[in-house]
């Protein structure tokens, strides 16, 4: 479906929805209901069904003074959908992006994972998981992974947008909390069992999944206990085309002087000037990821209530995301190899297009290569809190949380062999399409047509982890002044803590015991059905020979042969990845909230300031002089954040919010090392350094919305925001030879890497910031007013534009810039839902569209940026409830099979394109 079709869709369904309440606008009056009204029947509701849970979480939305949207459960120990992620998506300026098909982070008005924070059951946390490379790799940044966790552990999911004094600091897009059931949230003993069958029509598994809820409580209603545990396995295949960029003709080395374009001399060809150079792609290859995972949850809540004004909950959480990675895979690696690779290589004919590129092209001498890599991955993730709410005679209270949570990640096995076959003549692209036709001109089927070769192959062996610990402590007191105000005052502490860890291979990775053709054939296996429903082009290939890396460890002895032990801090390339970084945060708070409406002004809301310190030390390895040293950075700075939300009941049924706030959001982990990282992998060389001394991203931001809530479950709201930018954090990448970063030359020893090569060298730096402005039209209509079976339709929609012009460093003296969107930003982001349900039957599908956002800039190797493309997926659901107690579920995810296309440059030149196929679930639910 086209951008322009979802956009046109889109605002069909407001539009529809818009005349739907018009002809019933003279009955609002009479459904309307008042929102102290509401608020009070909305706690006599058990949730059952989609249309109650939406009815549910606007009434969450209605009552609060900032700008809040939710998301319920639609019944006992079952969410709307099966990922956290893919729920938040309905909520107007939330985006996601998606891993392997499934939802892993999310943007909140185009400010992604980095500015926003998570909490759970009241506590900040950060999950974190690791990924395939196109796909960002390991998370060590800030962002939450809400991939871990199984949706039917959460009751309920908010999104806050707007700032208040009582909520920590952190975010500038949005602060998401998740909460548990409890026990208290139900009236009596109740036990749910759900099992489920999922199918990857790519993958062509099917695979489990299971979950089950038990609460029960005692008869005088002082104690509670709450059980429940998810358990999933997915099965999936994720595979396409992986180009690794583009480059310019004349970078590493440019092509062999016997080149020959049409109409071209060579040194256009090897033009060493990316602002006239021709580009070609950098490793032009395909790839393919299989995927198994297990997901296992468990979530324990226990209550107390000794007398009516006490209230003591614990809650415990743990998940644990366990799996497995394949990867094979197939390069023309000689593109980016500098010496005996791209300067070897002979261009017989190529065409150029109007943007520079080199889009098709017969060469000679071309290095190929294929791969085979293996991952174990696993994260644990458990989380611990008390909460005390304490009500001390008739006006004050005292809430308090004490808590601690930990994400433990945790790849123990990585592992990759290479196979190599130099210069192989008669390589041929076309990337007229957007999917390559890539022809090797050898049989690479064959393993007669490769080599494992010392110098050349690599084993690389990077076993690596990540650390992230929160310890919070929080209270606060509440005096009830008068009916019309209440004043708060608290304080809260954080500790984070981060450690990250790597090994690599002492020797080298290509550093191998070179094998004859005899020993190397048995060691190889064919991988084979590659490109199923990518529309493959005739030539590129659906297989080629991989290494078999059981057979490899075995004959070569890797786990006990001393040419491939690894080292962490003793290695040149590994001793970046040691990364610790503590810091601890105080904030203190203080706020009036008010409601004026018996006074005769329609008028709520609340004003506060709050304080915050941050203690940070940061450690790494760095170069001193001849020698790498541990160093130790520390720092402290403070904040003065005030904010204000103001709710004007017009009448019952509209109000008007505005709200304004300054806001931070610190630099991300990785960022604040005060070491450095080499990499040297394949064809790829790279250094990379942190700023301990980077400054928080600043915001001052203000909010406006107008929301119409004309009968039970609908409401139509128009929402406009700008955050002034005073600060932001960019990666500066610039190419530099390594003979110029004051480097010892010993860090290159046993890589395929000399001193005159050229590095992309990066590090965070802050830039000047910018102004990010943008709207909402939220739409939710249930269509109750309708006569007959129309009644039982509904629809939601919403619509997000955000604008940014973010001032961009293109050089480390700061004396270029270039103005760009923010990173993660989608300029448009639309959702929509189209639903029928009755009490014993339910079908509803759903559209989300993000457009296209950058993930860097600037680019590098003269690429103005680099981004994703925009994407549109569409789920839908179906159940029938056989009786009260049991319910079958159809659900199908990604029914489209979206592309994951990824570019670079404002060309949009090709860097990766695959797919992971449609996911479907059959679900049986019994419920006591």
Not at 122 to 134: H, L, Q
Not at 479 to 498: C, H, L, Q
């Amino acid at each position: 479906m086209s951008r322009t079709r979802i956009r046109k869709c889109t605002l069909a369904l407001s539009s529809a929805a818009f005349a739907l309440s018009a002809a019933h606008a003279q009955t609002a009056d009479e459904l309307a209901v008042p929102i102290a009204q509401d608020a009070e029947a909305a706690q006599d509701i058990v949730v059952t069904g989609f249309r109650e849970s939406l009815t549910s979480a606007l009434n969450v939305k209605r009552r609060e003074t900032a700008a809040v949207d939710a998301i319920k459960a639609e019944d006992i120990a079952e969410f709307p959908d099966l990922n956290l992620a893919e729920s938040l998506q309905r909520i107007p300026g939330v985006a996601i992006s998606r891993v392997n098909g499934e939802g892993r982070n999310i943007s909140v008005r185009g400010l992604g994972p980095e500015y926003s924070r998570v909490r759970i059951n009241g506590m900040e946390a950060i999950g974190t998981t690791g990924g395939t490379d196109n796909s960002g790799g390991v998370n060590r940044g800030r962002g939450f992974d809400f991939n871990i966790f199984s949706s039917d552990l959460f009751n309920s999911l908010t999104v806050r947008k707007t700032a208040t004094a009582d909520v920590e600091e952190g975010s500038l897009g949005g602060t998401v909390d998740l909460q548990i059931a409890r026990p208290f949230d139900y009236r009596e003993p109740t036990a749910v069992i759900s099992a489920s069958v999922s199918y990857n029509d790519l993958a062509q598994k099917a695979t489990p999944r299971f979950s089950t809820l038990l609460s029960t409580q005692n008869d005088a209603g002082t104690f509670g206990a709450l059980l429940s545990i998810a358990y999933e396995r997915r099965r999936l295949i994720e595979e396409g085309a992986n180009i690794t960029r583009w480059t310019y003709g004349g970078f590493n080395g440019g092509f062999n002087p016997a080149s020959t374009i049409a109409g071209k001399t060579i040194a256009q060809i090897n033009d060493t000037n990316p602002a006239t150079a021709l580009f070609h792609p950098r490793i032009p290859g395909l790839v393919s990821y299989d995927i198994d995972q297990q997901r296992l949850g468990a979530a324990l809540a226990l209550q107390f209530r000794p007398s009516e004004s006490t209230l003591v909950s614990i809650d415990g959480l743990y998940s644990r995301l366990d799996g497995t990675r394949k990867e094979a895979q197939f390069q023309a690696i000689g593109f980016s190899r500098s010496g005996t690779g791209k300067p070897q290589t002979i261009i017989r004919s190529g065409t150029v297009d109007s943007n520079n590129n080199i889009i098709s092209g017969t060469f000679d001498a071309v290095d190929l290569r294929v791969q085979s890599r293996y991952d174990e991955l696993k994260t644990d993730f458990y989380q611990i809190t008390g909460t005390l709410d304490q009500k001390i005679g008739e006006s004050l209270k005292f809430g308090a949380i004490v808590g601690y949570s930990n994400s433990s990640f945790r790849n123990p096995v990585q592992t990759t062999v290479t196979l190599d076959a130099a210069n192989t003549n008669g390589f041929f692209y076309d990337f007229s399409t957007r999917f390559p036709t890539i022809r090797p001109g050898v049989d690479i089927a064959n393993p007669a047509s490769f080599a494992f070769t010392n110098g050349t192959s690599e084993v690389r062996i990077r076993p690596q982890t990540v650390d992230n610990s929160f310890t919070n402590a929080k209270g606060f007191l509440e005096w009830t002044a008068s009916d019309a105000v209440k004043f708060k005052v608290g304080g809260d502490w954080r500790r984070f803590e981060y450690d990250s860890t790597e090994r690599r291979r002492l020797q080298g990775e290509t550093v191998v015991t070179t094998l004859t053709a005899a020993q190397l054939a048995p060691l190889t296996s064919q991988f084979t059905g590659f490109g199923r429903g990518l529309n493959v082009p005739s030539g590129t290939p659906t297989g080629w020979v991989v290494p078999n890396l059981d057979a490899f460890a075995s004959f070569l002895t890797i786990p006990s042969n001393p040419t491939y032990a690894t080292g962490g801090v003793e290695n040149a390339t590994a001793r970046g990845s040691y990364v610790t970084v503590r810091e601890d945060d105080l904030g203190i708070w203080g706020m009036a909230e008010f409601n004026l409406a018996d006074a005769g002004v329609p008028i709520r809301g609340d004003i506060g300031v709050r304080y915050v310190k941050t203690d940070q030390v940061s450690t790494g390895y760095a170069s001193q002089g001849a020698s790498v040293n541990l160093v130790t950075a520390e720092r402290s700075y403070d904040r003065w954040l005030p904010s204000a939300n103001l709710v004007f009941d017009v009448t019952d049924t509209l109000l008007v919010r505005l709200a304004a706030a300054k806001t931070i959001a610190r630099a991300g982990i990785g960022s604040l090392t005060p070491g450095g990282n080499l990499n040297v992998s394949g064809g790829n060389r790279t250094f990379s350094s942190g700023n301990p001394d980077l400054v928080p991203t600043e915001s001052t931001n203000l909010d406006a919305s107008v929301e119409w809530y004309p009968t039970r479950g609908a409401i139509y709201a128009v929402s406009a925001f700008q955050k002034d930018i005073g600060t932001f954090v960019q990666t500066l990448s610039t190419s530099v030879p390594f003979a110029s970063l004051g480097l010892p030359a010993s860090l290159l020893t046993g890589t395929t890497a000399s001193p005159t090569d050229v590095f992309i060298v990066s590090q965070p730096v802050n830039s000047k910031g910018g102004l990010l402005r943008g709207f909402e039209v939220n739409v939710q209509q249930p269509f109750t007013f309708l006569p007959g079976v129309l009644s039982n339709f509904g629809v939601l929609a919403n619509y997000t534009y955000v604008d940014s012009d973010i001032e961009y460093l293109t050089s480390a003296s700061g004396a270029t810039t270039v103005t760009a969107p923010l990173l993660g930003l989608s300029k448009h982001a639309a959702n929509a839902t189209l639903y029928f349900e009755t009490k014993k039957f339910s079908i509803r599908g759903s559209v989300a569209y993000r457009s296209s956002y950058l993930t860097a800039v600037p680019g590098t190797e003269g690429n103005a940026y680099n981004g994703t493309n925009g994407t549109t997926n569409i789920d839908a659901q179906i159940s029938y409830n056989i009786t009260d107690k049991v319910k079958l579920s159809l659900e199908g995810i990604n029914l489209t099979d979206e592309l994951n296309d990824q570019f670079v440059d404002e060309t949009n030149r090709l860097n990766v394109l695959t797919h992971s196929g449609r996911q479907f679930v059959l679900s049986a639910r019994v419920a006591f």
